[in-house]
């Protein structure tokens, strides 16, 4: 049976630019489905880093205004998460469902920093505090196991060369959620279950971050933090169930 047509525009995470997603846009193209994956503001070598969160947002709604995309299943990974959701304000009936990937949720007010442990974000403020340019960048020793420990070696090296630093602002802005509060848009999950960026127990993404994702479609899969490179096929798969109506 086949498939009933999807539309994806894929965000990427911190310190992600749009290609990350090439291997899953393959198979999702495959099974007859549209993809999009845009670049967010603020990466590569001559991009603008004076950028605020609301830019990043404003950047998805204008991208799927300006294509003039409806039905869209728009899929958040990580850093991409709280953005997708700010986005979602100014798109309304233009989206089927909202997907979140490990995504760093928080609550009404806070910022995208207070998703993490307390101890990463006083390394994070540090790190940005040593660059000229108020960036971070993910370390390789805690990207290697952390973030795509369930891949070869010779795919974390080339997942990681495609990394860029991260403008650090916009971690410290409060997140306004009052307008998405009260908008009712069909939300799904996907739950690596070896993403182990953070510690197990209490700051451990699942179950914690899907309780902050609202009433969801829970779809769970194996796999890390970095699945689009170790396994682009299986979170293809997982992505077709999660934006299926």
Known sequence: MADTPLTFVLIHGSWHDGGCWRHVEAHLRERGH?????TLPGRGPDANLRISFQDLADAVSGFIVEAGLTEVALVGHSGGGPIVRKAAEKLG?????????SPLLSQNGQTVL????PAYGDLFKQMAAATPDNTVMAPWVVFRDGF?????LATAQAAYAELHPEP????LEPINLDLFAGMQIPTSYINPTEDTVFPLGEWRFFPRMAQLSGASRIVQMSGSHEVMYS???????????????
């Open 168 to 171: 650090f602002a916009p971690f």
């Open 148 to 152: 795509i420990g369930d891949a070869d």
């Open 93 to 101: 009936d233009r989206l089927s469902r909202l997907v979140y990937l």
């Open 114 to 117: 207070d998703s993490v442990p």
């Open 34 to 38: 549209t993809t999009y994956s845009p």
């Open 231 to 245: 396994d682009p096929k299986g979170l293809a798969e997982a992505l077709i169930k999660a934006a299926r109506p």
